[in-house]
């Protein structure tokens, strides 16, 4: 089994920053690329960020400039940075990782529980 479980979430004020955090844990021998997704109420989800195994980042256009991705390989853990934040970034927010659990095996996307962001004054 493989859990991810993100953490960081809360109200914040326009302006604001917050910093969120995903622990993987449980029977892990690599991950390849890991992320950030949010989704709003009556939206489909949609990409924040993205970092690869080697640290190479993506954004959505929506927050570039203010957002960013960063891991930590031993911990197994993202991170997401959000400065500037704005009303339209409430969502929940939900991190994910392609895990490869034995050698031979798949990488498989896992997904964590989420965590509420809410901007607002």
């Known amino acids: 089994q493989v859990q991810l479980v993100e953490s960081g979430g809360g109200l914040v004020q326009p302006g604001g920053s917050l910093r969120l955090s995903c622990a993987a844990s449980?029977?892990?021998?690599?991950?390849?690329?890991m992320g950030w997704y949010r989704q709003a109420p009556a939206k489909e989800r949609e990409l924040v960020a993205t970092?690869?195994?080697?640290?190479?980042?993506n954004y959505g256009d929506s927050v570039k400039g203010r957002f960013t991705i960063s891991r930590d390989n031993a911990k197994n853990t993202v991170y997401l940075q959000m400065n500037d934040l704005k009303p339209e970034d409430t969502a929940v927010y939900y991190c994910?990782?392609?895990?490869?659990?034995?050698?031979?095996?798949?990488?498989?996307?896992?997904w964590g529980q989420g965590t509420q962001v809410t901007v607002s004054s």
């Open positions: 970092i690869s195994s080697g640290g190479i980042t």
């Open positions: 994910n990782a392609a895990v490869m659990r034995n050698y031979g095996s798949p990488y498989r996307t896992y």
């Open positions: 449980g029977s892990i021998l690599h991950i390849n690329g």
